[in-house]
């Protein structure tokens, strides 16, 4: 009975013990929980984020935030989170709300009855962080109203403590009494102990209050001696097994490293010593010191990691210097073409994959520095990029105003209903300069092509469902021509039907046959030539040269009917060629014959070539009549 009432008796050792030394601990052990937290959270570059993005990463701080376990601490980082996010988004939306209402502006000519308002996702970070904010604010207000009702609780027992001691002093105690004193006591202690923290400046003078009044209360029982020292030997005990759970804690750094799990740990071992009263006085040092070193095993561990992370941190400080070395001179890359600013940013894309995948901390300071330049750096290239694609899209726009314009002009062609020569020719060279224009904005590219392309394609169209009838009268004309080449085949085999007058007649009945197929226009040329040389060299009467004659006036008879001309422009060549070939040799021979002496033999070589020149000039005056005749019909 005397030993289970002793437990949790105060003294004043206990209240130097927890008002100094166990309360800078506790801060120590906390601090370097909050530090080493603080040092795994990465710099992260949020204006390089897409709203779809940042409200993401607002979803995920809510849910963490709602979460029952989440600390204090941790609200530091995300309403800096929160606030930055807020801030970009903020600015983001001023740049929107000045765009719309330039535009207000330049469309209605004045400010009257502009109105704005944000997009979804700017709507919906705006709502995240007012929830993600309001949810601190609560929970920061629960944590003040907490703690101040965990004062108003342990004043409240301090007052219930001293109304016993005073009922105690002021009267005679009874075994009856002693038990009902006693478990009003113990109920005390448990409900203080049961109490949470309170604010901090009213933390020692409440602990100091409530031990000098439990030491009051035993020394008013006249069993006062008996029940401390049995409860001392206790808490003796007590904290000799805490003590070898702290060393335990320190042996188990031989096979693991140090972690915030350990420090978590050591830290409710020494909550729960802080709870424990006193051990007898002669043990009471010694325990403390062996808890103290226990736990300093502890702390030495934790400098040595913090040494072996410094020199971590200096690791992955070069490697990610290294890495915005390389970065650094995208920064002044600059281009006229899309297919290598592509290709540099999948280049600095892998830069930035690299920097995210290597996880490690660096030194603080540097680190962030180093953390803001190389976002910095990023920034940078892609708004050079963006200044890029900004111009190209304006180009992109010139362009499509020049297409609409084309697109115009061959909606007014097709709609005048002309297939003319010149129409047709006028939508050709459309389509070739819609051609030699650059690319449109990409959501009209496909809407102006499919425009255009309709309307030639409709004028087209139009002018072959036209084409189709003249190309059957073409078929006719084809048929024609064919039957009349087989009937002057035939007679050219007869040369009793052989005769100029009947020649006229093929030669009439040709010309009133209209145009052919052009596919097959040379080939029924062809054969009607070769038809007409045939019947003309059946003919008796005449010579040679008339026969040439005809058939060369056949040749410039088809011409002048609109057939091709290129065998004459051929023939024409060839006849000035040798009308110059003669004309060198007949001036030749004349001044040779200027050198001949008077004799026998140079008479008769003068003879010779004045047969030569004679012969050569008619030939020459045979060749210039059918000159004439080709310059007549080309």
């Known amino acids: 009975m005397a030993q289970e009432e002793n437990k949790g008796v105060g003294s004043n050792e206990q209240e130097d013990l927890t008002t100094n030394t166990m309360d800078s601990l506790d801060i120590d052990l906390q601090n370097g929980l909050e530090e080493e937290h603080e040092e795994d959270t990465p710099d992260v570059d949020y204006s390089l984020l897409s709203k779809e993005d940042l409200i993401k990463t607002l979803e995920a701080a809510l849910t963490q935030v709602q979460q029952p376990d989440f600390k204090p601490g941790m609200f530091r980082q995300v309403d800096a989170m929160v606030k930055e996010i807020r801030n970009i988004s903020d600015q983001a939306k001023k740049q929107d709300r000045e765009a719309a209402f330039k535009t207000f502006v330049e469309e209605t000519g004045g400010e009257e009855g502009f109105e704005y308002k944000s997009d979804v996702e700017t709507q919906r970070i705006e709502a995240l962080t007012k929830e993600i904010r309001g949810l601190k604010n609560a929970f920061f207000q629960k944590m003040d109203k907490d703690k101040e009702k965990n004062f108003n609780t342990k004043t409240e027992l301090l007052q219930r403590l001293r109304l016993l001691l005073d009922e105690e002093e002021g009267r005679e105690t009874d075994a009856t009494d002693l038990k009902s004193s006693w478990e009003e006591f113990k109920k005390i202690q448990d409900e203080w102990k049961a109490a949470g923290n309170i604010a901090s400046p009213h933390n020692g003078t409440l602990w100091a209050t409530y031990n000098a009044l439990i030491d009051r209360y035993f020394s008013n029982r006249h069993i006062y001696f008996e029940l401390k020292e049995l409860d001392r030997r206790r808490n003796a005990e007590l904290k000799m097994e805490l003590c070898e759970k702290v060393e335990e804690l320190g042996k188990s750094l031989e096979t693991r490293p140090m972690t915030r799990e350990i420090l978590a740990e050591a830290n409710q071992i020494f909550e729960e010593y802080k709870h424990l009263g006193p051990a007898p006085k002669e043990d009471q040092e010694l325990l403390w010191q062996r808890f103290k070193q226990g736990l300093d095993v502890l702390y030495d561990a934790q400098r040595a990691s913090f040494a072996e992370q410094k020199k971590s941190m200096k690791e992955h400080y070069d490697f990610k210097l290294n890495i915005y070395n390389q970065i650094l001179p995208f920064t002044t890359f600059n281009s006229s073409s899309i297919k290598e600013w592509n290709a540099k940013t999948k280049e600095l894309m892998a830069f930035q994959d690299q920097w995210v995948a290597h996880k490690g901390m660096m030194p603080r300071e540097e680190g962030k520095d180093l953390s803001k330049k190389f976002w910095a750096a990023l920034k940078t290239f892609f708004n050079n990029k963006g200044d890029f694609f900004r111009q190209l899209e304006a180009k992109r726009e010139q362009n499509l105003e020049l297409k ?76 024609k021509k064919v039957d009349l080449i087989t009937r002057i085949e035939a007679a050219a085999t007869s040369q009793d039907e052989s005769t100029l007058n009947l020649l006229s007649a093929f030669k009439s009945e040709w010309s009133s046959i209209g145009f052919v197929p052009k596919k097959d226009m040379q080939s029924i040329q062809k054969r009607y030539i070769a038809a007409i040389n045939s019947y003309v060299s059946a003919i008796a009467q005449l010579s040679s040269k008339e026969k040439e004659q005809a058939v060369l006036e056949s040749e410039v008879e088809l011409v002048r009917d609109g057939e091709n001309s290129r065998g004459l422009y051929r023939k024409e060549s060839d006849i000035r060629r040798k009308v110059t070939q003669l004309e060198n040799d007949i001036a030749l021979w004349q001044n040779n014959i200027e050198f001949f002496a008077k004799s026998k033999t140079s008479d008769r070589l003068k003879a010779e070539f004045d047969k030569k020149i004679s012969s050569a000039q008619s030939q020459l005056e045979d060749l210039k009549h059918q000159l004439a005749i080709i310059q007549e019909a080309i």
Not at 412 to 440: M, R, Y
Not at 448 to 464: G, H, L, Q, T
Request: hydrophobic share 25%; charged share 35%; aromatic share 10%.
């Open 404 to 479: 609409t314009q084309m697109c115009e002009e061959a909606e007014a062609i097709l709609n005048s209903g002309e297939d003319t020569p010149s129409n047709t020719q006028k939508i050709i060279e459309l389509q070739k300069k819609w051609k030699g224009v650059g690319q449109v904005p990409e959501k009209y590219k496909d809407s102006i092509y499919d425009r255009f392309k309709k309307s030639c394609d409709a004028y087209f169209n139009n002018k072959r469902s036209k084409n189709q009838e003249v190309e059957k009268e073409f078929e006719e004309n084809l048929a």
